[in-house]
């Protein structure tokens, strides 16, 4: 069994508290991704499992075993960084081999591992090659490679793909998935990237000032975010939100604010009745918003005006103002917009988020 079990685990450097009271566990086999904007503490996280820094307080279990006090060479880890640390004078054969004979393997099984590795990664031709004679891509292939041959029980990813071009990052996140589906290694992995966490991950932590904000499968933190935070960091283009005030009129509840005025279906207005009378921050996903059409009823659209049109081709996005609000709105690439243009944009009852003007958590 090799879960990871972290419980009530903090981290004060000097004057920060940069990991606060993080409680996790990360099945067996399981892919858990942490993710949040730079300073949140999800490095310290990781490198506190991985025995690199100290805990200040707290407990960390490996398989079963508390990992507290033990080195990171003990901890039956391997970690593979964003810079590689490759040795720069040693073949790609020596630099995937080199913990192992440290570790005391026989010629044979190192040759063994190795092979197998390389052939993983798809990178047999370059195992004579030392690091300079190869693409950025390579070099964390054999980044992947030195994890890959140890067997650990952990595989621990710092930003792994960070310094990759857009297109080499795609491939090679594909490349890691499917590392991962045929080891079935338990594996942590940090990002500042949540396309990566979200494609990547069984399951997501999503981190801010040092505290978890969530913790849920990919789908499960884009459709029911614990907060305004999750629900802004999670989703590209990211959701819009702007403050309403919950409102009766008519025998209906209604959020209300300049330029928007939408009528709450049922079973959302059984949830917001307590805020009667209050502001509350409305959200909406870009994704949730189309042109109306005729039959769009007036309770569920608003008029808009079109300042920035992106043509991406799959879709279009619409930066528009909505009263006082800017908002996005990713339409149909077939929608004919042009700047200035008033827009009557329509939503989904359905996909209307709300959260509480002061907590921010979700309504
Ligand atoms: P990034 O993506 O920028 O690496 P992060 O989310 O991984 O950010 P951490 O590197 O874990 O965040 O840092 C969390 C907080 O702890 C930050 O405020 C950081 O400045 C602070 N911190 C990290 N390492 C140290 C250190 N060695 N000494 C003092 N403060 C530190």
């Not at 999800?42 to 080195?71: F, H």
Request: with cysteine; glycine share 8%; hydrophobic share 45%.
């Amino acid at each position: 069994m090799a879960r990871v079990i972290i419980r009530s685990l903090n981290k004060k450097f000097d004057g920060v508290h940069a990991v606060k009271d993080v409680n996790l566990e990360i099945h067996d086999k399981e892919f858990v991704v942490l993710v949040g904007p730079s300073g949140c503490g999800k490095t310290t996280t990781l490198r506190m499992v991985a025995g690199l820094e100290s805990i200040t307080s707290g407990e960390i279990l490996i398989g079963d075993r508390v990992v507290n006090e033990l080195p990171p060479m003990d901890r039956d880890i391997a970690m593979v960084f964003q810079n590689y640390a490759l040795y720069p004078h040693m073949s790609v054969y020596d630099n995937m081999a080199f913990g192992l004979k440290m570790r005391g393997f026989d010629r044979i099984e190192i040759a063994n591992r190795v092979q197998v590795a390389a052939e993983i990664l798809g990178i047999q031709e370059q195992l004579q090659r030392k690091p300079r004679q190869l693409s950025g891509g390579q070099r964390q292939r054999v980044a992947l490679g030195r994890a890959i041959v140890r067997h650990p029980q952990v595989f621990l990813f710092d930003e792994p793909l960070s310094n990759l071009d857009a297109k080499l990052r795609i491939q090679m996140r594909v490349e890691i998935k499917k590392i991962h589906v045929r080891l079935g290694t338990t594996a942590i992995y940090v990002t500042h990237d949540q396309v990566e966490a979200m494609t990547l991950g069984d399951r997501v932590v999503v981190m801010k000032d040092g505290v978890v904000q969530q913790v849920g499968e990919p789908l499960e933190l884009y459709n029911e975010p614990a907060n305004r935070f999750v629900a802004g960091f999670i989703g590209s283009p990211a959701m819009n939100f702007a403050t309403v005030e919950v409102a009766n009129a008519d025998g209906a509840l209604w959020a209300r604010h300049e330029g928007i005025r939408i009528k709450l279906p049922a079973r959302i207005a059984d949830r917001l009745r307590r805020y009667l009378g209050e502001k509350v921050t409305l959200g909406i996903r870009p994704e949730d918003l189309r042109v109306a059409s005729s039959s769009d009823t007036a309770d569920l659209s608003f008029d808009s005006v079109v300042e920035v049109i992106e043509k991406l081709g799959s879709e279009i996005l619409l930066d528009v103002k909505v009263g006082p609000n800017t908002m996005v709105a990713a339409v149909e690439p077939t929608v004919k917009a042009k700047i200035h243009d008033r827009l009557r944009l329509a939503l989904d009852p359905d996909r209307l988020y709300f959260f509480d003007g002061t907590s921010q958590a979700a309504i």
